[in-house]
């Protein structure tokens, strides 16, 4: 977008990234009278859904809860045809979203924010485009979303293949055709999972290389759950507080017993029940004590090591897509639509790098353990850099001028995942230190959004012009977040909740395992007491 834009350079609020956060943030502060622009690097609304779109993209959380929920007319107007909707049908209901509500006025597509910088004269931030256009506005919203920065592989001769290669969070538009082709797909964690049996379905054969076996659970796709269409319609209002009110931001009975206390037989039958039920969660929650104990998580484990023996015929193959290492749960479980039957067939080749590493990249192939596979198409299903990545990859300069890059050097300090010491009137939604990444994302997205939006309201009756979160309650709270992850089994294992994914980031768990419900009720114990750990003047 050029300098020649006739929407407003000066506004109350900039707001970058038009995905589910940043449709949502606008429609709220311009119902709260403020003057907003929202900034999207796509040439359409839907953030993740706008760029990810490999094959068998598809959210992992029951559509009919993978929605908003502010508005009861949109949700029981919408109609889902999915128990888990693909990615073109999720584009195709944010993009209703932005109709709906003509939200398109105020947005700028097709644009980048390079730079955010604090001006501590005039109490105000500038905002520079790759379109060249400079922004002003009291306040910015990061609404830049989790796993929105690709993450590629340091690989030697990775710019040296001469065929198509691709990223599953950056696809193209137009469809790709593997068919009659060699392809190697890079990486099994949630992208991979989806895109294999798809890409298996098309190519001539298909090489997957594994560093790093994941578990995944079937996802028993079908239409959704008429009960839970039901109540959204016609109970919306106690189904939404219950959503907002749960651990995980589902609808799931919380378990009050631990895997140990029950028999060998009961704990068997019930994994076997939530296995078939097919939810994200199920087994993780089938117990109270998964992700605390070890011993326990081994149960979970051992079960789902035992159906990948009982899908996959070859035994050594079977074994190498079992998780080994690191406990059930502590690498985001997947769920997954015929994934490890994909392996029988006799046209994909299952390369295991934890036994031999690839060597390198070359023109024609991939080289393991001095054998080079000869292929037609790379894909890399290497996910992201999770949660901090995308925020860092502004330049963004708060007092002083000091960067965001530096004041997070050793790992992300923020107070509630919302507001940053140091950088006043900027707001990062769902950021590192919010439980987002372990919850439902819409849950997750509509409280902040709504709570930020109370702190701007609370601000304007006040008449204060800057609010920055203190530097001790910073400080407590970043501590606390990592005393309530290292309760857990989490940081023993090498996740993208660590960090651990992209060389050189310092290694923290980043999201707030305490639980949509509980950082709710927080957050807003902090707003009755005047904003609490805020500094407001």
């Not at 089938?286 to 996959?312: C, G, K, M, P, W």
């Not at 140091?422 to 987002?436: E, I, K, Y």
């Not at 114990?525 to 609490?532: D, K």
Request: with cysteine; net charge negative; glycine share 10%.
């Amino acid at each position: 977008m050029s300098t020649t834009d006739p929407r407003p350079a000066d506004v109350d609020v900039v707001v970058v990234g038009a995905g589910f956060a940043g449709l949502y943030a606008l429609h709220r502060l311009r119902g709260q009278g403020m003057s907003v622009r929202v900034v999207e690097a796509g040439s359409d609304v839907g953030g993740t859904w706008f760029w990810n779109r490999y094959p068998g993209a598809r959210c992992d959380i029951e559509s009919v809860f993978y929605s908003y929920s502010f508005d009861a007319d949109l949700a029981r107007e919408w109609e889902w045809s999915e128990r888990y909707a693909a990615q073109p049908e999720i584009l195709a209901y944010l993009q209703h979203v932005a109709d709906r509500f003509d939200l398109r006025r105020d947005i700028t597509l097709d644009t980048r924010v390079l730079s955010a910088h604090l001006d501590e004269t005039a109490g105000r931030w500038t905002v520079t485009t790759d379109g060249g256009e400079r922004l002003t506005a009291a306040y910015v919203v990061l609404a830049v979303g989790l796993l929105s920065s690709t993450n590629l592989p340091q690989i030697e001769g990775r710019d040296d293949f001469a065929g198509p290669t691709y990223h599953t969070g950056a696809w193209p538009h137009e469809p790709v055709d593997f068919t009659g082709r060699r392809v190697g797909v890079i990486g099994t964690g949630s992208s991979g999972i989806q895109l294999i049996p798809l890409v298996a379905e098309q190519a001539e054969h298909l090489t997957v290389f594994q560093r790093t076996p994941n578990f995944s659970l079937p996802a028993k796709n079908g239409a959704p759950d008429p009960a839970k269409v039901a109540r959204v319609r016609e109970d919306h209002a106690a189904m939404k507080e219950e959503l907002r009110g749960s651990s995980y931001g589902i609808l799931l009975e919380p378990p009050t017993q631990s895997a140990l206390e029950v028999p060998a037989a009961e704990r068997e039958a019930k994994y076997r029940e939530r296995w078939d039920e097919g939810t994200l969660t199920g087994i993780l929650q089938a117990y109270n004590d998964l992700v605390r104990n070890e011993e326990s998580n081994h149960t979970a484990a051992e079960f789902v090591r035992q159906r990948i023996a009982e899908i996959v015929h070859d035994p050594q193959v079977a074994a190498d897509l079992m998780p080994q290492g690191y406990a059930y749960g502590t690498k985001r479980p997947c769920l997954d639509t015929d994934y490890y039957a994909t392996f029988n067939r006799d046209d994909v080749t299952l390369v295991n790098l934890r036994r031999t590493p690839i060597e390198r990249i070359t023109a024609r192939g991939v080289v393991v353990d001095g054998v080079e596979h000869e292929l037609d198409d790379l894909v890399y299903a290497t996910g992201y850099d999770a949660m901090t990545g995308p925020l860092l990859g502004i330049d963004i300069r708060g007092r002083e001028g000091r960067t965001l890059r530096e004041t997070w050097a050793d790992g992300p300090r923020s107070y509630l995942g919302i507001g940053v010491s140091g950088f006043p009137n900027l707001f990062t939604l769902t950021g590192p230190g919010s439980p987002s990444a372990l919850s439902n994302a819409v849950v997750s997205i509509e409280q902040h959004v709504e709570w930020v939006a109370d702190l701007l309201g609370h601000l304007r009756e006040r008449g204060a012009a800057l609010v920055e979160a203190d530097d001790q309650a910073e400080k407590e709270w970043t501590e606390h977040v990592q005393v309530a992850g290292n309760a857990t089994l989490y940081p023993r294992t090498d996740s993208w909740y660590m960090g651990a994914n992209v060389p050189g980031k310092p290694r923290v768990f980043l999201p707030y395992i305490g639980g949509v419900g509980n950082y709710r009720a927080h957050c807003d114990q902090v707003a009755r007491e005047g904003y609490r750990g805020f500094v407001i003047a």
